[in-house]
């Protein structure tokens, strides 16, 4: 799921409490505009919530309620969302959910059938950057992006020789490994973060770089490891989130005028 499928489905769940009267009548109308959900902090122990969420504490003044309160009422919910598997409040009125894993998979065939303006400048084809190799020193921010775009190339060149085949019946649910559902949530937040911090070009670099940590992490094998070992469901899913990973990470190094190299 993407940001603005998050905001739709918080709105419903506003909307539908103001009808019941568990909030203010002007809840009906919708969280503040702006960005409301954010991938959960990766770096803090225990994590396993995918987005969180600050708008109860936006919100809450508001409609004259305590963020507490206020994230409560949400957060119940939230729960009674098919896509949604968990919800936490924090005692701020942080919200953090969890997303059912074919919900969260979701993005990998987004990603696929709108590669040709997925995370790029609404409105605005790619460009096809060349450079000649070994322009961007080691010192270039970008070379890690370009690095981690060359090297999901050659698992997907290894794994298609290997027979793994791309189907659109593949079970995008079995990508449950915690580096696997940290890639799937930075791939659907990347369009978001990119756009807020338009004419930035500092932080637009970083979330490229960010994803592409991620996309290095993230080292399950693609292919089966034995010779004459038939592949398996599990490998033809990862094939998929490779392949949407390195349109993600193309296109984010076009929108920063950078080749994406498929050999490095």
């Known amino acids: ?148 775009h060359a090297r999901l190339c050659r698992i997907i060149r290894n794994a298609e020789a290997a027979g793994v085949e791309r189907r659109p019946s593949a079970r995008l649910g079995e990508l449950t490994h915690v580096a696997e559902r940290q890639l799937l949530v930075a791939l659907a937040d990347l369009p978001q973060r990119l756009d807020r911090h338009v004419g930035d070009e500092d932080q637009q670099r970083r979330a490229v770089t960010d994803l592409a940590a991620l996309a290095d992490a993230w080292d399950h094998p693609v292919r089966p490891m034995t010779v004459g070992v038939h592949p398996a469901s599990i490998h033809g899913a990862r094939l998929l989130l490779a392949d949407a990973a390195r349109i993600v990470l193309r296109n984010g190094l076009s929108r920063l005028g950078a080749a994406a190299p498929e050999r490095m």
Request: aromatic fraction near 2%; hydrophobic fraction near 45%.
């Open 1 to 148: 799921m993407t940001p603005e499928q998050l905001r739709a489905l918080l709105e419903e769940v506003a909307a539908q409490a103001a009808r019941t009267g568990e909030l203010p009548d002007e809840a009906e109308g919708g969280p503040p505009a702006g960005p409301i959900f954010r991938p959960a902090d990766t770096r803090a122990a225990g994590v396993v919530a995918d987005w969180v969420t600050p708008v109860s504490q936006r919100w809450a003044p508001v409609l004259d309620l305590a963020p507490r309160d206020l994230a409560r009422v949400l957060a119940l919910g939230l729960t009674r969302q098919k896509p949604v598997a968990a919800v936490e409040v924090a005692p701020s009125g942080l919200i953090a959910l969890t997303l059912e894993d074919s919900a969260r998979s979701a993005i990998v065939p987004r990603v696929i059938d709108e590669q040709d303006h997925y995370a790029l400048v609404p409105g605005r084809p790619r460009d096809e950057v060349v450079e000649a190799p070994g322009s961007r020193g080691p010192d270039d921010s970008l070379r890690p992006a370009q690095l981690a």
